[in-house]
């Protein structure tokens, strides 16, 4: 059959075409999102790895110190847990209270899912406006760290501000879907993508990790 055949343009799509479509379009998205996070991630604490042995090695060896590991410790530190703010967020890795989630309608926890996402979306917001305030106040009075380095702190503090505007951004577009979720009514497709793991989803994502892992290491089960 030819792609003509296949798809005719002419033709609009059903509803549901359309909704599994856009759904689609969102997964590919995220996941490009969260894999070129998680590189970055994995890639930050490989480089200050390669710092802490270089440094150790230095130290006992050659009775020298670069006097900046714990430095860039701290910055990795600072850096990557905004990382992760995204990465547990597409994850839905966030810690829910749901001890009454599942005594609610479906409605009613819909209306719970949009609630959780919103806030947090609004939270992500406050945040990235305080601390645009802390970096203003940095470039003004040119503040360095009281390290042997004496780095300007204006350079850690922009990657990290850009790691929470990442997850500012990431917070609200999520929302934004839930909102129209909701109005649109698409009660099952929001209760899919935002509800909190159950214990059956986390067991499963358990499993599946070990056999890639046994994959991976020619282990078999």
Same mark, same amino acid.
């Given at each position: 059959?030819?792609?003509?055949?296949? *798809?005719?343009?002419?033709?609009?799509?059903?509803?549901?075409?359309?909704?599994?479509?856009?759904?689609?379009? =969102?997964?590919?998205?995220?996941?490009?999102?969260?894999?070129?996070?998680?590189?970055? *991630?994995?890639?930050?604490?490989?480089?200050?790895?390669?710092?802490?042995?270089?440094?150790?090695?230095?130290? @006992?060896?050659?009775?020298?110190?670069?006097?900046?590991?714990?430095?860039?410790?701290?910055?990795?530190?600072?850096?990557?847990? !905004?990382?992760?703010?995204?990465?547990?967020?597409?994850?839905?890795?966030?810690?829910?209270? &749901?001890?009454?989630?599942?005594?609610?309608?479906?409605?009613?926890?819909?209306?719970?899912?949009?609630?959780?996402?919103?806030?947090?979306?609004? *939270?992500?917001?406050?945040?990235?406006?305080?601390?645009? @305030?802390?970096?203003? &106040?940095?470039?003004?009075?040119?503040?360095?760290?009281?390290?042997?380095?004496?780095?300007?702190?204006?350079?850690?503090?922009?990657?990290?501000?850009?790691?929470? =505007? !990442?997850?500012?951004?990431?917070?609200?577009?999520?929302?934004?879907?839930?909102?129209?979720?909701?109005?649109?009514?698409?009660?099952?497709?929001?209760?899919?993508?935002?509800?909190?793991?159950?214990? @059956?989803?986390?067991? @499963?994502?358990?499993?599946?990790?070990?056999?890639?892992?046994?994959?991976?290491?020619?282990?078999?089960?």
């Amino acid at each position: 059959m030819s792609p003509a055949a296949q *798809f005719d343009p002419s033709v609009p799509l059903t509803p549901a075409a359309a909704g599994a479509a856009s759904t689609n379009a =969102v997964t590919s998205l995220k996941d490009r999102i969260e894999t070129v996070l998680a590189m970055v *991630f994995g890639a930050i604490f490989i480089v200050f790895a390669f710092v802490v042995s270089i440094e150790t090695i230095c130290r @006992k060896v050659f009775n020298f110190s670069l006097q900046g590991a714990d430095e860039l410790g701290g910055y990795a530190l600072a850096v990557g847990s !905004t990382i992760a703010f995204s990465l547990a967020l597409m994850g839905r890795c966030h810690i829910r209270v &749901d001890v009454f989630h599942e005594r609610f309608s479906r409605r009613g926890q819909a209306l719970l899912n949009w609630l959780s996402i919103a806030s947090l979306a609004s *939270f992500g917001l406050f945040i990235v406006y305080v601390a645009f @305030k802390v970096l203003a &106040d940095t470039l003004e009075y040119g503040s360095t760290a009281q390290t042997p380095w004496a780095t300007p702190l204006i350079w850690p503090q922009s990657v990290w501000y850009l790691g929470l =505007v !990442t997850f500012a951004l990431v917070a609200s577009g999520y929302a934004i879907r839930a909102s129209r979720l909701l109005l649109g009514g698409q009660i099952d497709a929001l209760l899919k993508d935002f509800s909190p793991k159950s214990a @059956k989803e986390e067991l @499963k994502e358990e499993l599946d990790d070990l056999s890639q892992r046994q994959a991976t290491t020619g282990v078999s089960s």
